[in-house]
């Protein structure tokens, strides 16, 4: 009995050991980051995936904020869209889709940052240059103080993340305090303003600059100077106007950056990336084209034909694009602001009427991300954050 008690604790102590060997295995099919930041290509690598999570951001722009201002009417036909709730500033919309982007995409792309950030700290040596290891440590936290902007402008107060977390560390983090979440992000700018370039060549244009974390902190510091409004929002009532005023100063006298003269030029297909849009400070590029199949690209621009219904596209045979499943017509308040000899409303609201499943179809909507002439070609067109060249940043929408 002893001798078969003992070749069983035997077995079991083997079995137990081989266990433990093949759970703690690193997977050799794929890398895993605790493999893979080995070389200076896969710190990059690594920085590109953050800057991916920008790619939605033009779209939460125009679904968070451009629906709920007076500039649509944002109101639909047929039963309730995703853009009712937000376009009535109900209170119960956790469960929203736009809502439910905008939290998940910005806390991957911190999470993505984190990731970086802590892996030049552990493997930065192997980047082999202290210039390109400096610089990708200050592309990473601009864009973490782009996402955490973006959160801290629509929620308030969110957790503060600053190092990589498992699933269970993460819902155990409450929210921080507003001033809190801006303290990282204002320290995150002014290093990011401190080490990056001014500029880039090659296939590095688009990266952010030195210029873009100006900017950049500059928004922040009006968006802290601005109201309370009572709430624990992104207002603070703190007057850093003079703080932004340098910033703006800096980017406007580098040279850099001038107006183009013709509105329509600003939104043209050829006319895009900082290297050849002078207007731009820092912008969300894409690949060009739409896939072949009825579906957009996953790399092209999908923001171009958010506010375009769909049944226009269809009413001109184009069956590649998608646009929005009901007309978001502009408002005629936005209509009745532009004067007779402006431009912009030409270029930037379709009027025309088109057919709409046998009827006409009159309202207007906004047009000017589309190119018409590439209609259904390409997909390609960048959201572009630029400088007004006075003591403001503006986004181009």
Not at 247 to 269: E, H, T
Not at 335 to 361: C, M, P, Q, W
Not at 376 to 391: G, Q
């Amino acid at each position: 009995m002893k001798k078969i008690f003992t070749i069983f604790a035997a077995a079991l102590s083997i079995l137990t050991i081989s266990c433990s060997k093949d759970l703690n295995q690193i997977p050799i099919s794929q890398g895993t980051t605790l493999t893979f930041y080995q070389s200076p290509s896969d710190f990059i690598q690594g920085v590109n995936a953050i800057y991916s999570d920008l790619r939605a951001y033009p779209d939460r722009l125009l679904n968070l904020s451009e629906i709920r201002s007076d500039n649509i009417y944002g109101v639909s036909d047929l039963g309730v869209r995703d853009w009712d709730p937000i376009n009535s500033f109900q209170k119960a919309i956790t469960g929203n889709a736009y809502v439910e982007e905008a939290w998940n995409i910005d806390f991957n792309g911190i999470s993505r940052a984190n990731t970086v950030l802590e892996q030049i700290v552990k493997n930065g040596t192997t980047i082999n240059s202290a210039t390109l290891q400096t610089r990708l440590d200050a592309e990473s936290r601009f864009l973490r103080a782009f996402f955490y902007f973006d959160l801290v402008r629509y929620f308030g107060k969110v957790p503060l993340i600053d190092h990589t977390v498992i699933a269970s560390e993460a819902n155990t983090i409450p929210r921080s305090s507003v001033t809190d979440v801006y303290k990282l992000i204002i320290a995150d700018l002014q290093k990011a303003v401190a080490n990056l370039p001014a500029s880039y060549t090659g296939v590095d244009v688009g990266r952010a600059t030195k210029y873009a974390a100006e900017a950049l902190l500059a928004q922040v510091y009006m968006a802290r100077s601005g109201p309370t409004y009572g709430v624990e929002g992104p207002g603070l009532g703190l007057s850093e106007w003079t703080l932004a005023l340098p910033l703006l100063q800096d980017v406007i006298s580098s040279g850099l950056f001038v107006f183009n003269p013709s509105f329509a030029n600003i939104f043209s297909y050829s006319n895009q990336n900082p290297a050849v849009n002078k207007e731009a400070v820092f912008d969300v590029m894409y690949l060009a084209g739409a896939s072949t199949s009825t579906s957009s690209s996953l790399y092209g621009a999908t923001f171009c034909w958010d506010l375009c219904p769909a049944i226009y596209f269809k009413s001109i045979n184009d069956t590649k694009s998608n646009g929005s499943l009901e007309v978001i017509p502009v408002s005629n308040d936005l209509l009745s602001k532009y004067g007779a000899t402006d431009v912009r409303k030409a270029f930037s609201i379709h009027t025309a009427s088109y057919n709409n499943a046998g009827s006409t179809e009159t309202r207007p909507f906004f047009q000017k991300y589309l190119d018409f002439t590439k209609i259904p070609a390409s997909s390609r067109f960048d959201w572009i954050i630029r400088t007004k060249l006075t003591p403001r940043l503006r986004l181009k929408n």
